[in-house]
């Protein structure tokens, strides 16, 4: 099996590693077309020069954190400050013990760092001012190169097209996202940490919530909102999948068909739907009370600081729909680039095994270079092996071996370091972030897959590793929700926030130390889990 650093990034030095920002997007062992296109994507997201920013880990993306402390010590801030700049990245806490290699760099290789940082906050800025234009003509420029890409029918046609046209498009959404996701998490976490001084972590988690109205949902819930609609027969299954049909399982693994793609997806959906009935206008409604309970309380404490606050939210408000609204259309995106290697296949012959050609390998195949195809075999033999493994920890340090990590009955879900062995805790409390506040006692469901759906039962709690948007549809019958990996403005957060649910997130080991049908106490406020 090929275990060159092509698959394992912690060969390349003694870095702190976490897949926090990066789980929720891809939920699965990447293939090699699928992690050459966040490399394209975020190759000038690069804060220092010679340092990939992400790095692959056994198949998964991982951020390297290595790379923020070093430049946090530049500016003369310590581990404790990076920590809470980071919060919406890295959000848990690490061991006592656990420290954050430094990179040591040259007084040159410092200032081309400050200098690329800088540089990254530019572009992100853009990225923001361009973003009404990027919401507005995403639709329909995908919906002409689709036509486009069908209709071209020479492989050196394929290769202009992307270079010329999508490959631009491509790097425009990118920094669209970035710069949303930074606008919003900043302000939010900001926020947050203000309220929580007023009023307490409960209060001011329900403050920052409350971002759909009836006029305007997010967009993390509007595959179950547009479901419930078709359901009725408000909408045809057309409309539906036009306008949600992108959105979907592995939305970042370009090998997974979306269910726009998939002629049964929306059946079962439709089948699962009728089962188990959701009222998605009445969980809104009643967690806008709790809201206006929590504003009530607020406004009882602070009367002169009402004004500010209430446009703080709004604004906090604002910026989280673009930053859900430029997510759904990236994602949009990414399907174009699988319509886009399927093409390339269909001209090619190469049919499936395109997955585990690289986007230059692609570009150079479409030029005429037929010698990439000899990599495919032992590609696919690291990918089958890395796929089958369990979940990686969400925090790395040090040389990691997949395949040995998993072999050692002993090992930690949650966390690695390979200077350090931590002990596995056996107490009957599982930590994680405050996701959504309440207190639930029930029976837990561990679900690996949202195609599993058809076991998890109205009034159980949902505990997954991770949650992407077509979770959400699970959401409404879940009690609580407790996940491995996410931070409190994450998706599963997010979405549990507006409808009223617990939550629980970014646990690291929930999912190895709860089993189906294990009593459990969820407390979202408190950020912990009791089996009972």
């Known amino acids: 099996m090929n275990t060159n650093n092509e698959w394992n990034a912690t060969l390349n030095g003694d870095y702190l590693w976490s897949n926090v920002n990066f789980g929720e997007a891809v939920t699965e062992t990447m293939t090699p077309l699928t992690w050459s296109v966040i490399q394209f994507t975020l190759d000038d997201w690069r804060f220092l020069p010679g340092y990939a920013t992400v790095g692959n880990i056994g198949g998964m993306p991982y951020l390297n954190i290595s790379i923020f402390a070093t430049l946090f010590q530049i500016l003369r801030r310590g581990q404790a400050e990076l920590l809470q700049y980071m919060e919406g990245t890295l959000y848990m806490q690490l061991p006592d013990e656990m420290q954050i290699p430094l990179i040591n760099l040259s007084p040159r290789e410092t200032l081309a760092g400050m200098y690329s940082a800088s540089q990254v906050q530019i572009k992100q800025r853009r990225g923001i001012r361009q973003l009404p234009t990027y919401l507005g003509e995403t639709s329909a420029w995908f919906a002409d190169m689709q036509k486009r890409l069908k209709l071209e029918s020479n492989p050196s046609g394929l290769l202009s097209l992307w270079e010329r046209e999508i490959a631009p498009h491509i790097k425009k959404g990118v920094w669209c996202v970035l710069g949303s996701a930074t606008h919003s998490t900043d302000y939010a976490?900001?926020?947050?940490?203000?309220?929580?001084?007023?009023?307490?972590?409960?209060?001011?988690?329900?403050?920052?919530?409350?971002?759909?109205?009836?006029?305007?949902l997010l967009a993390s819930l509007g595959l179950i909102a547009g479901l419930s609609k078709l359901a009725r027969g408000e909408i045809t299954q057309e409309a539906y999948l036009a306008q949600y049909g992108h959105r979907g399982s592995h939305e970042f693994e370009l090998s997974v068909p979306p269910p726009a793609e998939d002629t049964v997806w929306l059946d079962k959906q439709l089948a699962d739907l009728h089962q188990h009935p959701v009222d998605i206008d009445g969980m809104l409604a009643k967690q806008d009370v709790i809201y206006q309970d929590a504003w009530e309380r607020l406004q009882t404490k602070h009367p002169r600081k009402v004004e500010t606050i209430h446009k703080r939210i709004q604004e906090n408000t604002r910026r989280a729909?673009?930053?859900?609204?430029?997510?759904?259309?990236?994602?949009?995106?990414?399907?174009?680039?699988?319509?886009?290697?399927?093409?390339?296949?269909?001209?090619?012959a190469l049919g499936e095994d395109i997955f585990f050609l690289t986007l230059n390998e692609i570009l150079t195949l479409l030029g005429g270079n037929r010698s990439p195809k000899g990599s495919i075999l032992v590609r696919k033999e690291a990918?089958?092996?890395?796929?089958?493994?369990?979940?990686?920890?969400?925090?790395?340090?040090?040389?990691?071996?997949?395949?040995?990590?998993?072999?050692?009955?002993?090992?930690?879900?949650d966390i690695y370091d390979a200077s350090i062995v931590h002990p596995i805790e056996r107490s009957n409390l599982v930590s994680g972030s405050p996701g959504s506040a309440g207190r639930v006692t029930g029976m837990a469901r561990l679900v690996d897959h949202p195609d599993q759906g058809q076991l998890f039962q109205q009034g159980e709690i949902l505990v997954a590793v991770q949650t992407d948007v077509v979770?959400?549809?699970?959401?409404?019958?879940?009690?609580?929700?407790?996940?491995?990996?996410?931070?409190?403005?994450?998706?599963?957060?997010?979405v549990a926030r507006e409808l009223g649910i617990p939550a629980v997130v970014g646990c690291g080991d929930a999912t190895t130390r709860i089993k189906t049908g294990d009593r459990i106490r969820v407390d979202g406020a408190q950020g912990t889990v009791e089996i009972l």
Do not use: C, M
């Not at 926020?191 to 006029?215: F, H, K, Q, W, Y």
């Not at 949009?332 to 093409?343: P, Q, S, T, V």
């Not at 796929?387 to 990686?392: E, G, R, T």
């Not at 409404?476 to 491995?484: E, G, H, I, M, S």
């Open 471 to 494: 979770w959400t549809l699970l959401f409404p019958r879940a009690a609580a929700v407790v996940t491995d990996v996410g931070a409190p403005l994450s998706h599963a957060a997010i």
């Open 383 to 413: 990918y089958h092996s890395y796929k089958a493994l369990p979940s990686y920890p969400s925090v790395i340090r040090g040389h990691f071996d997949p395949l040995e990590w998993a072999s050692d009955p002993q090992r930690r879900s």
């Open 321 to 348: 729909r673009l930053r859900e609204l430029a997510r759904s259309e990236y994602t949009r995106d990414r399907w174009l680039i699988r319509l886009f290697a399927l093409r390339a296949a269909e001209l090619t």
């Open 189 to 216: 976490l900001k926020l947050r940490r203000d309220l929580t001084e007023l009023v307490g972590a409960e209060d001011a988690n329900i403050l920052i919530a409350n971002l759909s109205d009836p006029e305007e």
